[in-house]
């Protein structure tokens, strides 16, 4: 199920951010608190970081406007756990012939 990412309220007086820079695209894996967009007040830059581990699988503001409470992407949960639990191959054992035989 896909989590909404919504612009967070970043201060008293401010309903509207810019949509800076992604940092992230659509596919990519994410971790939890990686930041994945650049968010653009009229006093301060700060990136707005995934709330769970998973996949951005739709950005749906890609620049420009946005409020405070907008959805801006979807991320998918639980998706780059699946990636990152897949077996890895480990460096082969030692093989027998290898060991020096005893006289």
Do not use: C, F, Y
């Not at 008293?12 to 968010?39: F, M, R, Y």
Request: hydrophobic share 45%; charged share 25%.
């Amino acid at each position: 199920m896909a989590l909404e990412l919504k612009i967070p309220a970043v201060g008293e007086s401010i309903t509207e951010v810019e949509i800076g820079q992604w940092l992230k695209k659509e596919g990519d894996t994410v971790k939890v608190d990686e930041p994945l967009v650049e968010l653009v007040t009229d006093k301060a830059t700060l990136e707005l970081p995934a709330p769970v581990a998973g996949r951005l699988s739709k950005i749906l503001i890609p620049s420009g406007q946005a409020k405070v409470g907008d959805v801006v992407a979807l991320l998918e949960e639980g998706a780059a756990e699946a990636s990152s639990s897949a077996p890895t191959q480990s460096a082969p054992a030692p093989s027998q012939a290898a060991a020096p035989k005893a006289r």
